[in-house]
């Protein structure tokens, strides 16, 4: 039961250019949604959060986009850099039950070509 | 202000030894997570400690895997009779909000 989805394993952008990561959920008492950047033999690096009363939050280049209706947030880098490339997760806290628990999607390989 | 610390980077098991993953959360963090990666997979949560407490363990297998976070001291999470499907890069994660931070990971390769 994968309550986290990310339905693309890989994406190539030309430097330069937006860069949209995708990622479904299906349980909409997520309270919480966060992206995270991972480099190779490195542990996850947090980019950009975005609360479930909100819609829309911008951090530099990176700006997330939640649409509660559809279940669906999106991750936006403009200008797409080589050093963007990695493998970018999203995640959500359960903020049910009392328990604080974050559910990750499987991961988009992002590939920004110089 | 340091980071969440993981060690070791990198353990060797044979088949049947015991693994003892450590992790000290950032500074002022009492929320650590576990989550396990396989090869070519997502983040696995696998349990969720408070200082003294498992608050959620339901990604944790049932059998010879158990974790603690005592009051003093770093977050363990030992894994007994190692076999070769455990073979996998373990991560901790430590929180005091909404945010998670990630420690550089343990890569357990079991022999």
């Known amino acids: 039961d994968q309550q986290v989805k990310q339905n693309s394993p890989s994406l190539s952008v030309q430097e330069g250019r937006i860069s949209i990561l995708n990622c479904d959920y299906t349980n909409s008492m997520f309270d919480y949604f966060l992206w995270y950047k991972k480099y190779p033999a490195e542990g996850p690096t947090f980019l950009i959060s975005?609360?479930?009363?909100?819609d829309k939050n911008e951090d530099g280049r990176f700006t997330v986009f939640l649409n509660k209706s559809a279940k669906h947030l999106s991750l936006h880098i403009v200008p797409s850099q080589p050093g963007d490339s990695a493998v970018y997760f999203c995640?959500?806290?359960?903020?049910?039950?009392?328990?604080?628990?974050?559910?990750f999607g499987t991961g988009t390989r992002l590939k920004v070509l110089a | 202000n340091a980071g969440v610390m993981q060690n070791p980077r990198h353990l060797v098991r044979r088949r049947g030894q015991e693994a003892r993953l450590r992790c000290s959360p950032m500074k002022g963090h009492s929320h650590v997570y576990w989550y396990r990666q396989l090869p070519e997979e997502g983040l696995k949560f696998m349990v969720y400690?408070?200082?003294?407490?498992?608050?959620?363990e339901s990604g944790m297998p049932k059998e010879r895997f158990s974790a603690e976070f005592p009051k003093e001291g770093p977050s363990i999470l030992r894994i007994q009779q190692v076999v070769r499907g455990d073979s996998a890069a373990y991560f901790c994660a430590s929180s005091e909000g909404y945010e998670q931070y990630f420690g550089p990971g343990t890569r357990l390769t079991v022999t």
């Open positions: 400690l408070q200082k003294e407490n498992i608050i959620d």
């Open positions: 975005i609360s479930s009363i909100k």
């Open positions: 995640a959500a806290r359960g903020g049910y039950s009392g328990t604080y628990k974050y559910i």
